[in-house]
């Protein structure tokens, strides 16, 4: 694996860190795209954006150590250069932190979460390229072709499966759908929650494959990661086929 990819004057540049500040430039990018085609001052966006960034990655890490006593501790909590990020934690962290930062600028929420979905899946998808360079969040072992073998304390796994590579796939895929539903005309919202929905399919789905690896197994043969999806999920879809099952009429 390639988790420190170079150095600048001695300084490490891992991999981890570069492609999560590569996966935020693009959302950001996006964002701004999207701000200026719905009338969005750019500058709001640019400061809930890095709001949400910041505050996402304390809370994903807060999360990850909380729930991981055995391996990680608070003195290392600023070394998220190595990863130990809960995604779930993040994004409740960063609703909070953009709640409080719409309602004192006295924007809507859930339109700037709209907007800021899309950037949220693309710039997933670039981090997770990160976590495969670094060598970490990887599957359980497989015949494929395209197993991947990785070196954990010292040692290499056998072929296994790329599951952060199926995660930037899948979440590219969820970048391109939501700028497909941004087409249809529904209440403010919607495609946050869609957001939401279709991350948690992707990420039940997915840690089947991380068992016994980069996943342990909590409730009634689930990870905590399922159980959060699936409540998630849940919500998510309850609110799609209820909340914004029509369009919203155009005054």
């Not at 859930?110 to 981090?127: G, K, N």
């Not at 539903?181 to 789905?205: M, T």
């Amino acid at each position: 694996m390639h988790s420190t990819l170079f150095t600048i004057f001695g300084i490490p540049i891992r991999a981890y860190g570069l492609m999560m500040v590569v996966g935020f430039a693009m959302g950001l990018w996006h964002a701004k795209v999207a701000a200026k085609r719905r009338g969005f001052d750019p500058d709001r966006i640019y400061d809930l954006s890095l709001i949400a960034l910041l505050s996402g990655i304390v809370g994903a890490r807060l999360l990850y150590i909380v729930l991981n006593p055995d391996t990680e501790s608070f003195k290392d909590f600023f070394a998220v250069w190595n990863g130990g990020l809960s995604f779930h934690g993040g994004v409740l962290s960063a609703v909070i932190a953009a709640i409080i930062y719409t309602r004192w600028k006295k924007l809507s929420f859930l339109e700037c979460a709209d907007l800021l979905s899309p950037s949220l899946a693309i710039a997933y998808a670039f981090t997770r390229i990160g976590c495969f360079l670094n060598g970490c969040c990887y599957g359980v072992a497989t015949g494929l072709p395209w197993g991947v073998r990785f070196l954990e304390d010292g040692q290499w796994t056998a072929p296994s499966h790329p599951t952060q590579i199926y995660a930037s796939i899948a979440n590219t895929l969820i970048f391109v759908l939501l700028t497909r539903l941004e087409k249809l005309n529904r209440a403010p919202g919607f495609i946050f929650v869609s957001y939401l929905g279709l991350y948690s399919a992707y990420r039940f789905l997915v840690e089947f494959l991380r068992v016994g690896t980069s996943a342990k197994l909590w409730l009634l043969s689930l990870t905590q990661a399922q159980w959060a999806s699936l409540i998630i999920l849940g919500v998510s879809a309850a609110l799609v086929f209820t909340v914004y099952r029509k369009a919203v009429k155009k005054i």
